[in-house]
């Protein structure tokens, strides 16, 4: 019964830590699936050399928070398999209630701790407030600034050749009179454009980073070339 009792503590903390990193790394800035995927990372010991990636090596408390989950995730592991070993040379294969109480509570609890909008809303709160109070980033919940959790989103496509937004200047496709902002254009060969000017133009390749209403942005990305368009 311990040894069940310490495999479930473990996991429900292992789960706690990742859950709260993830909310750490989103108040930074990243998007919350890019978030999740990192903190998930990082504790598994996981390596992915990806650009979300260098963005956390370069920004310090991100650094700060993949170095403290990199260092627990490698002791809760050790710990996770010695309680698996354990739970299998201990309990017996016939279970009793109280044994089928304690993992089904385990599971219950394991469930509501991941899907739960209340413990994650709570834990935005406290970690808002201790990155605030013990570092000197500021942090921003983007997904209510932008109101992404409701029908807006920021989404990235890349230009194809034969798209209407080819070798076109910004100003000409009129985005802001549908609603729709450009912030951002990273060229084929890397380079950044932040709050590009209305003269940016636009060529095959470029991955354009746009603002507005979910519904309208995939109109706009699939609207077709020439008169049909």
Excluded: C
Excluded at 182 to 197: H, N, Q
């Amino acid at each position: 019964m311990v040894a069940v009792i310490s495999f479930f503590s473990i996991l429900l903390f292992s789960v706690t830590i990742v859950r709260v990193a993830a909310i750490m790394l989103r108040l930074t800035g990243l998007a919350e699936d890019v978030a999740r995927f990192q903190a998930r990372s990082a504790f598994t010991g996981t390596g992915f050399t990806t650009r979300e990636a260098e963005a956390i090596i370069n920004h310090p408390v991100r650094r700060r928070i993949i170095q403290a989950l990199m260092l627990i995730g490698n002791i809760g592991f050790v710990s996770f398999i010695s309680s698996i070993i354990i739970s299998a040379l201990t309990v017996p294969f016939t279970a009793d209630l109280t044994l089928l109480i304690v993992i089904g509570a385990g599971l219950l609890s394991l469930f509501i701790l991941t899907k739960s909008r209340l413990i994650e809303a709570i834990f935005t709160r406290v970690v808002r407030r201790l990155l605030r109070k013990w570092t000197r980033i500021y942090v921003n919940d983007y997904d209510s600034l932008l109101n992404l959790s409701a029908e807006y989103e920021v989404t990235k496509f890349t230009i194809p050749g034969a798209s209407w937004f080819t070798n076109r200047e910004i100003k000409d496709l009129r985005l802001t009179e549908e609603g729709v902002l450009i912030l951002a254009v990273r060229r084929t060969d890397g380079y950044f454009i932040g709050t590009p000017k209305s003269t940016t133009t636009l060529f095959e390749g470029d991955q354009v980073i746009m603002y507005g209403r979910e519904p309208l942005l995939r109109k706009i990305i699939t609207r077709p070339a020439g008169p049909a368009g």
